[in-house]
């Protein structure tokens, strides 16, 4: 019953997502995984995305590679337990700031957007919270768009707008502005 994950680590489990994050402390699963959890994409994802906060080597587990990405914002993210399975997993909140952190593991702006287009419910002071702790004005100016875009939460007088102009989209140059956002889009 017991199962190798990698050296010097063994599971019961046969949980995929139980098991890539609870290897390494701290850790969460984000990106398109987490969408894909969330019911935001159809998507199946070959790759499981683990954030941790030190840089590790991919693992094969079950057919699937699981990749640990490194960021320095460990943090946002709860326990969620499924047929005694444990695993931890990115805040809504937390996974829209993901999504533009590492654009590159979600996919293509589409899946970005459903994220942003699906959440149901989305805490506008945890996200203001968390946008503070990122202190990235590029990343709160894009969120406060989309947020305002598909949710209709506006957070433009709770954040800084510097008089520069970003573009929206990480995949593609927008040739549209948005005035209020100084974006691209």
Do not use: C, Q
């Amino acid at each position: 019953k017991l199962k190798r994950i990698t050296k010097g680590v063994y599971s019961t489990s046969d949980d995929l997502f139980s098991v890539a994050s609870n290897i390494y402390y701290p850790s969460y699963i984000s990106f398109l995984t987490a969408s894909y959890l969330y019911g935001f994409t159809e998507t199946i994802p070959i790759r499981v995305y683990i954030v941790t906060s030190k840089l590790h080597k991919a693992i094969e587990f079950m057919g699937y590679t699981i990749e640990f990405i490194p960021l320095s914002s460990v943090w946002g993210y709860h326990k969620e337990e499924k047929e005694k399975h444990i695993m931890f997993i990115a805040d809504i909140e937390k996974l829209m700031i993901d999504a533009f952190l590492r654009p590159d593991k979600m996919g293509n702006f589409i899946e970005i957007e459903n994220v942003f287009r699906m959440a149901e419910k989305v805490d506008e002071n945890k996200i203001i919270e968390y946008l503070k702790k990122i202190n990235s004005e590029i990343i709160s100016r894009k969120v406060g768009y989309m947020l305002e875009k598909h949710k209709g939460i506006d957070i433009y007088e709770k954040i800084e707008i510097s008089r520069n102009y970003y573009y929206l989209n990480p995949f593609k140059k927008g040739n549209k502005i948005d005035k209020k956002w100084r974006m691209f889009i």
